[in-house]
């Protein structure tokens, strides 16, 4: 029965959901199914009581029956609400505890991931995915436990007391419900379509906001406004219409089962007067029978549209595992090992590398980084240097060569003990949430207050911190918002100079700094390059001059290398590059 209940996709997806999920939370999934059944049987007791009520008041007139009857309606209902009270308590415990337990393991596995999974997956649909569709996990678990436990008992609890107080009164109403039910299962596919449609609208919404936090400046600077409302509006629209949709099929529902219950109820009120009449039952029984007919109505509606309900939660399940199973495309070898303590030279040997299938970027690329030195990297856009940095720290992986520090093969060791081999300043200077201190401590796990201090002296960034309202202690603001460009680069100075690692990898900042921040900046680099091999994007050629060698990089090869006094004596594209950069046209020459 369940398998034509649901498809096998979904059920392949169900039962993967139960056994991940279900038996960590077997004790209090136990708890709340026990507080269910009490809550069934007390519903049931509450109908089956009816006859009681009604006999001892209405038939017998027993005054002390009808007491003894109250206190007992009195101690069901006291039980059912206890139970009901624990079955939330702990029905909830446990769907927490898979919500946080999915978030967790969904955020640990994207972190696992390369960088290439990130442009895959924009930042809105991986919010999405971690939050809602997390939620979605505990609510098919809880529809799952809801429906199959207390509806159903209720509803088999109730057919017991009906079947008693009414044999064939029950007969008659049993004929209705496959109807009903067979009425609600056209809906679900509409439902399913349009379920899909919302949530991928849904994400749309929040990247629009999401842009709009983060590209606030272009917005307001391009006078952009409109068009964002523009597109809100249209998402938000469609996000309305499909939710309308959705009710609109979900509701259907309603009438179809109202009708065949107002059937089913009427047919029942008529051929009870000739029972009650012809056969002699009494009203007690009778009123019985209707109570646990009208209580039956909820959990078999309930029942009933669990399909729908199932498989609009079981979309956002295949999302959220999709996210989980996504393979990681760069990972660590079983046996990877450590790598070794060295002097820090980086080889490119024989490197073939490409973004995209039939697109090589690298071919057969050889070039040295030599230890303890500083090798800049220039070149004209697009040359290839970003993807070879993207090599040096195995962000990306050749697809044949090597690329080895010391001559260990990148591949063969743990991502920890490459990680604590290089420092890494970027051209975006990202600051976390927190404070000046916790940012530059990132550098270094259990660094003091003192080695801190003592690597944002040497980066140039003590003064200013010093004079921020809580110093050390002052919040940087959403990526360092309460900060100039200029300190905000004196800060990630400062974070590579704490992590003191051999290897230096350092994307030049484009964006031009006053002379002041610049002269501080350059003054901090030089004293953290000093004996480390540094590997260096350099986009102004007027920052480069104290570099030991320099690789030009143009379409993806070296075009020339060597010290930068020899490439500016040759007439080479270093040479050129220099002159482009360098020399004024006639234009600025004229106005210098
Ligand atoms: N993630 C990516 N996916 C696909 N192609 C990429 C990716 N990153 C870079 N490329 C392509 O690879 C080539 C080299 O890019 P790379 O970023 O290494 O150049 P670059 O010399 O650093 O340029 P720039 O000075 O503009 O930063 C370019 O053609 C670029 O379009």
Do not use: C
Request: a neutral charge.
């Amino acid at each position: 029965m369940f398998a034509k209940f649901i498809s096998n996709a979904n059920k392949t997806l169900l039962f993967r959901l139960l056994s991940e999920n279900f038996k960590s939370q077997a004790p209090w999934y136990g708890i709340a199914i026990l507080a269910m059944i009490v809550v069934a049987a007390m519903t049931s007791a509450s109908a089956w009581i009816m006859r009681d009520i009604v006999n001892s008041s209405v038939v017998s007139k027993d005054i002390n029956r009808v007491f003894e009857v109250a206190i007992m309606v009195a101690v069901i209902f006291f039980i059912k609400g206890i139970a009901g009270y624990i079955q939330s308590v702990f029905l909830s415990r446990a769907g927490n505890n898979i919500i946080a337990k999915t978030q967790k393991m969904l955020f640990s596995r994207i972190l696992k991931q390369g960088i290439s999974f990130y442009s895959k997956y924009p930042s809105s649909e991986l919010l999405m995915r971690i939050t809602t569709n997390a939620q979605a996990a505990r609510s098919v678990i809880d529809l799952i436990v809801t429906s199959f436990v207390r509806d159903l008992f209720s509803l088999i609890g109730l057919a017991a007391v009906m079947v008693i107080q009414q044999p064939s009164l029950t007969l008659f109403s049993a004929i209705i419900v496959p109807g009903a039910i067979y009425g609600v299962r056209h809906l679900t596919k509409k439902v399913r379509k349009i379920m899909e449609q919302e949530l991928a609208s849904l994400g749309m919404i929040i990247q629009n906001v999401q842009e709009t936090a983060t590209g606030i400046r272009v917005i307001k600077a391009f006078g952009l406004e409109d068009y964002m409302n523009a597109r809100m509006e249209k998402y938000v629209g469609e996000v309305e219409q499909r939710s309308n949709s959705i009710a609109k099929l979900e509701a259907a529902s309603s009438p179809i089962m109202e009708t065949l219950s107002g059937f089913a109820i009427a047919g029942v009120v008529a051929l009870s007067g000739i029972w009650v009449l012809q056969e002699g039952n009494t009203p007690g029984e009778l009123m019985s029978f209707i109570t646990a007919l009208l209580l039956a109505y909820e959990p078999a509606k309930r029942l009933a549209r669990m399909r729908i309900s199932l498989e609009t939660g079981l979309i956002g399940v295949r999302m959220m595992y999709e996210l989980a199973d996504h393979p990681i495309d760069l990972s660590q070898k079983d046996n990877a090992v450590e790598l070794a303590a060295g002097k820090g030279e980086i080889s490119f040997r024989n490197v073939n590398f490409s973004y995209k299938e039939n697109h090589r970027l690298f071919d057969n690329l050889n070039l040295d980084f030599p230890a303890g030195k500083t090798t800049a990297l220039v070149g004209p856009s697009g040359g290839g240097k970003s993807s070879i940095i993207n090599l040096a720290m195995r962000l990306y992986d050749p697809e044949s060569g090597s690329v080895m520090i010391d001559g260990q093969d990148l591949r063969d060791v743990t991502f920890e003990s490459l990680r604590n081999r290089i420092a890494y300043v970027g051209q975006d200077t990202f600051l976390f949430a927190g404070t000046v201190k916790h940012n530059i401590g990132l550098g270094r796990e259990g660094a003091s207050d003192e080695e801190i201090i003592a690597a944002a002296k040497a980066a140039n960034a003590h003064d200013f911190i010093m004079r921020m309202p809580h110093g050390y202690d002052s919040d940087v603001g959403e990526n360092g918002g309460n900060m100039s460009g200029g300190q905000k680069q004196r800060i990630s100075i400062a974070r590579a100079m704490l992590r003191n690692a051999e290897i230096l990898i350092l994307d030049e900042a484009t964006s031009a700094l006053d002379s002041e921040s610049e002269h501080l900046i350059r003054e901090a680099l030089t004293r953290l390059t000093r004996d480390r091999t540094t590997v260096m994007i350099a986009h102004r050629l007027s920052t480069i001059t104290f570099a030991d060698n320099i690789v030009v990089m143009e379409n993806g090869a070296v075009a020339e290398q060597g010290r930068p006094a020899e490439l500016l004596s040759r007439d080479g594209p270093y040479r050129r590059l220099y002159e482009l950069q360098l020399l004024p046209t006639a234009e600025q020459a004229m106005l210098l």
